[in-house]
């Protein structure tokens, strides 16, 4: 069975701090993609990224980077210099090689206060 | 427009009415699914579509939820019979060869 574990809630921060997101995940397929979504409050899911089992590469986006390892099963999420627009929830997700559902972890508020 | 977009964007119904929910994927777009997303439940997968294949139907929660999609485009969730439980934020999403799913912004469905 396939399962995401996003073991933080919530997580309240002050302006300009970074944020580190965990997301850890159980699948017993060799090929998967993992997804980090936003949900800010006006409700609209909003893509973020979408990472390959294959791709261990991390990466930075602006003031985004995500860090897979695939030997821990872990996806996590860095938002660096936090911004009050940031506050939202975030959902990492996984998803098989082909078209099909995805399996969404439990989500983690995100609160920045100025 | 370019997003997925649903209908209605509310819908308050007394329990035992039958609902109908509308989502318009993003053009040329294989593959739609939808979701509900409740408190207690999380973001749960319900149904998807892709092509001419058979949908998978493996989340719908009892006989009472069905969808259909017309044309390859256009998709219908209908629930029969509605119950107080089946209050929640019902989310389409469609899906390219990129695989990952763009999502609308939701109906929001009360049943008194």
């Known amino acids: 069975a396939q399962k995401v574990t996003q073991a933080q809630t919530e997580i309240s921060v002050v302006e300009k701090e970074d944020v580190t997101l965990d997301c850890v995940y159980e699948?017993?397929?060799?090929?998967?993609?993992l997804f980090w979504y936003k949900q800010p409050p006006s409700g609209e899911l909003v893509f973020l990224i979408r990472r390959n089992s294959f791709d261990e590469q991390n990466e930075i986006s602006g003031r985004y980077s995500w860090n897979f390892q695939k030997s821990t099963s872990s996806f996590n999420f860095t938002i660096t210099a936090s911004q009050v627009v940031d506050s939202a929830v975030y959902f990492c997700a996984l998803g098989p090689p082909r078209w099909g559902k995805l399996q969404f972890g439990a989500g983690t508020q995100v609160v920045v206060t100025p | 427009g370019a997003g997925v977009s649903q209908s209605p964007s509310n819908k308050v119904t007394e329990k035992g009415k039958d609902v109908e929910l509308r989502c318009d994927p993003i053009s040329g777009h294989t593959a739609l699914y939808w979701y509900r997303q409740s408190l207690g439940q999380g973001l749960e997968f319900l149904i998807y579509f892709q092509g001419n294949s058979a949908p998978d139907k493996s989340g719908l929660p009892s006989d009472r939820f069905s969808a259909e999609r017309t044309g390859g485009s256009v998709s219908t969730l209908t629930i029969q019979r509605t119950q107080q439980e089946d209050s929640a934020v019902y989310l389409c999403?469609?899906?390219?060869?990129?695989?990952?799913?763009?999502f609308g912004p939701g109906t929001r469905l009360t049943v008194l």
């Open positions: 999403a469609s899906s390219s060869t990129l695989r990952e799913q763009f």
């Open positions: 699948t017993r397929d060799t090929t998967y993609y």
